[in-house]
DNA sequence: AAAGCGTGGCG
DNA sequence: TCGCCAAGCTT
């Protein structure tokens, strides 16, 4: 326990912290839509999971589309369990960190075999594939009213401003969780997760917090000190090595050759246009899949968590079927791929290129 | 336990 | 413009 907290604690304003935050989120909580609307019925456990999975590292605004898509499409977590998995990860197609979508699925279906019910608790649920210790922790507490320490991004940077926590982390990790267990009430924790979520998404946002809106600004020591812009401490990242790649989209009749990536690794499951080898560590070599009559396209930026990806785009024009595993996929339904972000601006470039030649 | 893993928005 | 950042998990 460090200083600040322990101060916290002594002087009895944990409770007046959760107090003045439940407070304010009555008042002022996002209509979202897997959050119980006034009068409707609580959202339940597979759209508060399939939320907190879809919103791991991923924004609000980013995230809505895809969960009504995917609750529409699959109401249920038995009809997602049954789903077919190629048809999810397309599904899941330009929203990133695609081996949450296995993991979905394969949750989906560890759920379904004990019976269509998730796991009740933190300890149950961490078990799950794609399940951490945030949405463990999450999901116990807003699905099923456990007392459970909720910890993300929002909570450190409002915990970190607090009690003005000066570590850098990763390494303050420890401080900030026993501050937010301290300010974590009995009762409503669910809501107080979502709460601190609305907090750092409206008023204790990472660049410019507006104090004058928050309701913990009387407690906050971060900005007692002057400068609550200056939490989280974070150390310094590694810099990102720029690549060069090639992909190649090779046409016969309509019909363009689409691979699937391997399970594991970059883009893991997607599918793709056939590629030089690129990767995070190396350039591509530069060979196409096929000899033939090679023309450059255009190239496209990307990037990526660790790198990023100058992409050249070869096309041909060809009546020789591909070595390998692969489709036919007709170009003109070619935005209906399911092709993550990087495939789908190459593909798009192709299709300008067309436009320019007809 | 440090590194791999997407994407789009924002100041 | 571009570096930073987001409701993290896995190995």
Known sequence: MDASSTTVLATGSATGIARRLLDWYDEHARDLPWRARPGAAAPGPYRVWLSEVM??????QAVRPYFEHFTARWPTVEALAAADEGEVMAAWAGLGYYARARNLVACAREVAARGGSFP????GLRKLPGIGAYTAAAVAAIAFGRRAVVIDANVERVVSRLFAISDPLPGARSAIREAADAITPD???GDFAQAMMDLGSGPCTARDPACLLCPLSQHCAGRAEGDPARFPVKAPKRAKPVR?????????DGAVWLVR??????LGGMRAFPDDGWHAGEDGSGEPPLP???QPAGRVQHGFTHFALELALMTLHTRAQPEGDGEWWPVA????????????KAARLAL?????MA
Request: glycine share 12%.
């Open 55 to 60: 919103l791991q590292q991923t924004t609000v």
């Open 120 to 123: 009740d608790n933190e300890d």
């Open 187 to 189: 009762e409503r924790a």
């Open 244 to 252: 060069q790649g090639r992909c190649f989209w090779i046409e016969r």
């Open 261 to 266: 990536r391997p399970g594991k690794g970059m």
């Open 292 to 294: 033939g009559d090679w």
């Open 333 to 344: 339904d070619i935005g209906n791929a399911g092709l993550p972000t990087l495939f789908a």
């Open 352 to 356: 300008s290129q067309r436009e320019e």
